[in-house]
Structures are given as C-alpha cells and as structure tokens.
Nanobody, 115 residues
Framework: QVQMVESGGGLVQPGGSLRLSCGASGSIFRFNAMGWYRQAPGKQRELVARVTVGGSTNYAEAVQGRFTISRDNAKNTVYLQMNSLKPEDTAVYYC?????????WGQGAQVTVSS
C-alpha cells in the first residue's frame, strides 16, 4: 500500500509563510495529477490546489493568490508554498493524486496559524 509522506507543517503567525513537501513513489508522480487537500477540525476534507503532469494548476477560491502548488517529477515531490496565511488556513494538510486515491492518504502535516 502506497502512502504519501508530507512534511513542512508547523505553527506560524497570521501573515506568515510555510512550504509543504510531499514525497511518494515515482510511478505515482509520473502518471498522475497531484493535489493538496486539507481538513480543519469538524470539517470535511477539501481540495486546496492541484497540478497536472504537465504543470497546469488550479486553486480553491479561498487560497487563490496566496498558495502555489508545484511539482518536481525528478524528485517525485509535490510542494505547496503558502503565503499570507490566515487563522482559517489552520488544518491538517494532505497530498494525494487528483482525483484522490483512497489508499494513498498519509499522516498529513499540521498547519496552525495563530498569534
């Protein structure tokens, strides 16, 4: 069973930045669009951003202009650069294929935005 491995989370003040990274096996990145998802306490998991194999991106309205998703297929890694963070961005962030694959969920990376 394949799992993603997310890293880079932490505690940051409002207006700050974080960069999340996600690694997995090469075959997953080579053939799949990838997405970053998040789940806040008491809420359903939601798609934040996605990137195609070719590098085209799409963002949820709530993060448009603040977050940037990218991928490095040579390193089998997908990134999420998060700027101008807000308290409402607090959540556990996960990466997965897009659309997601049920068996690929990892432990996620906790992002907490608080003063």
């Amino acid at each position: 069973q394949v799992q993603m491995v997310e890293s880079g989370g932490g505690l940051v003040q409002p207006g700050g930045s974080l960069r999340l990274s996600c690694g997995a096996s090469g075959s997953i990145f080579r053939f799949n669009a990838m997405g970053w998802y998040r789940q806040a306490p008491g809420k359903q998991r939601e798609l934040v951003a996605r990137v195609t194999v070719g590098g085209s991106t799409n963002y949820a309205e709530a993060v448009q202009g603040r977050f940037t998703i990218s991928r490095d297929n040579a390193k089998n890694t997908v990134y999420l650069q998060m700027n101008s963070l807000k308290p409402e961005d607090t959540a556990v962030y996960y990466c997965n294929t897009f659309p997601y694959t049920r068996g690929y969920w990892g432990q996620g990376a906790q992002v907490t935005v608080s003063s």
